[in-house]
């Protein structure tokens, strides 16, 4: 079954330091997408990054940078120079490309990160 | 560019009693989706639709009914309301070809007393 797994409930970072998030994945689909979310306490979803399974390069967007290592099945975010406003919930998660208009999006968890001053 | 228009933001509700969330899109997606948030639990997938007249069940489908008429609204309905229905509601939409982005409405906060 296709699944998600966040396995860092709560993380703290020290501003203005790097921090990796955990996201591992399972699906036997060889054609999927993986995606990144910021939610932070005011309760809106905010798309942070996207990496498609035959990307040959690790997406970035800004200060975040996508950890893709497909045989590990892995989608790690990197946060680089963490910030204040960094401070949130984030969600990985994953949409294969089944044949037809089935597409599905699967949710981890969530890790909340907490940056310090 | 409204993007996804979900309704109400809040709401309180009796046990009992019924109500609907609306959601609206106006980028002609094909496909939308609704899904609750509880804490520790992630979002759950409640229902979703790949096209107008078109819905299925997500994970947690009890308890909500779905309609999609036209492209744009995608209201769910809460039948006899809950405690247990007692959650953060989140409408999304994205097409069904190639696009890597998913929108969401800004979610709706439900409390049935």
């Known amino acids: 079954a296709q699944k998600i797994t966040q396995t860092q409930p709560g993380m703290f970072v020290q501003e203005k330091e790097a921090v990796t998030l955990d996201c591992t994945y399972d699906?036997?689909?060889?054609?999927?997408?993986l995606f990144w979310y910021k939610q932070p306490s005011s309760g809106e979803m905010i798309f942070l990054i996207y990496?498609?399974?035959?990307d040959q390069q690790n997406a970035t967007e800004g200060r975040y940078s996508l950890n893709f290592q497909k045989a590990r099945k892995s989608a790690n975010l990197v946060i680089s120079a963490s910030q204040l406003g960094d401070s949130a919930m984030y969600f990985c998660?994953?949409?294969?490309?089944?044949?037809?208009?089935?597409?599905?999006?699967?949710w981890g968890l969530g890790t909340s990160l907490a940056v310090n001053p | 560019n409204a993007g996804v228009t979900q309704t109400p933001k809040f709401q309180v509700l009796k046990t009992g009693q019924s109500m609907t969330l609306q959601c609206a899109q106006d980028m002609n997606h094909e496909y939308m989706s609704w899904y609750r948030q509880d804490p520790g639990m992630g979002l759950r997938l409640i229902h979703y639709s790949v096209g107008a007249g078109i819905t299925d069940q997500g994970e947690v489908p009890n308890g909500y009914n779905v309609s999609r008429s036209t492209t744009e609204d995608f209201p769910l309905r809460l039948l006899s309301a809950a405690p247990s229905q007692t959650s953060v509601y989140f409408c999304a939409s994205y097409p069904t070809g190639s696009g890597n982005t998913i929108y969401f409405g800004e979610g709706s906060w439900l409390t049935v007393v």
């Open positions: 699906t036997s689909d060889p054609s999927y997408g």
């Open positions: 998660a994953m949409r294969e490309s089944t044949a037809g208009n089935n597409r599905k999006l699967i």
């Open positions: 990496q498609g399974s035959y």
